[in-house]
């Protein structure tokens, strides 16, 4: 069964931490991985999108590694800033039919 | 470039009725996917349309269904509402083609909060 599991379900920190977020997923022969940020009561927004050949992707704060093998992501969160309190969605795509395996998330708290 | 658009944004209907939900893609995407997120059971994939056809259906009863235009909006129907149906419903867009997997890069609108009664 195709399963994704992040770890921690919460997270509090201090402003200006560095932080990382994990996901990991039980079948390895994924098409691409996706991390998203949900603000309470709103839609997902695409942070990153890593394809199956791809080893991390970048973008601003945000760093977005992929292991395959040991079938697992992170989420590194450099400097963390009050604004990126949110839940932080991890998904795989096995194949090109849309269908998103997601995880349950990690709520994510930044104090000033 | 407009963003997903999901109508309406917020629905309250009583057991037993029925409600249809719309969403219009990013000019240009031919994929759209459903998505019902509650507390419990987090984010469940519903189904995914390409060129009007269903390609992929998830672990969902008969009553709710889709469809997909030829200008790729879509909508999705539940029939007789049961108190569980209760979500937000996500509906996601991607271009999907020339099969580079980076165009698989879904995203998603605000989704409807639909509240049963």
């Known amino acids: 069964k195709q399963e994704v599991t992040q770890i921690p379900a919460a997270l509090s920190v201090p402003e200006g931490e560095n932080l990382v977020l994990n996901c990991s997923f039980t079948d390895s022969a994924i098409y691409n991985l996706q991390w998203f940020r949900q603000d309470p009561g709103k839609g997902l927004t695409s942070l990153l999108l890593i394809q199956s050949s791809q080893r991390e992707q970048t973008s601003g704060r945000l760093n977005a590694s992929l292991d395959k093998s040991s079938g697992r992501s992170t989420l590194y969160i450099a400097a963390s800033q009050p604004g990126d309190s949110a839940t932080y969605l991890c998904?795989?795509?096995?194949?090109?039919?849309?269908?998103?395996?997601f995880g349950q998330g990690t709520e994510l708290s930044v104090k000033p | 470039k407009a963003g997903v658009t999901q109508t309406p944004r917020y629905l309250i209907k009583t057991r037993g009725q029925q409600v249809t939900l719309s969403c219009s893609p990013i000019?240009?995407?031919?994929?759209v996917s459903w998505y019902q997120q509650t507390p419990g059971q987090g984010l469940q994939f519903l189904f995914e349309?390409?060129?009007?056809?269903?390609?992929n259906k998830g672990n969902f009863p008969g009553r709710f269904s889709g469809r997909q235009f030829s200008n790729s909006r879509s909508e999705m129907n539940v029939s007789t509402l049961e108190l569980g149906d209760s979500a937000l419903y996500l509906c996601?867009?991607?271009?999907?083609?020339?099969?580079?997997?980076?165009?698989?890069?879904?995203?998603f609108g605000p989704g409807t909060r639909l509240t049963v009664l």
């Open positions: 349309y390409f060129s009007e056809t269903q390609r």
């Open positions: 000019s240009g995407h031919r994929s």
């Open positions: 996601a867009s991607s271009r999907l083609a020339g099969g580079q997997s980076s165009y698989n890069e879904q995203f």
């Open positions: 998904a795989v795509l096995y194949n090109q039919g849309g269908k998103l395996i």
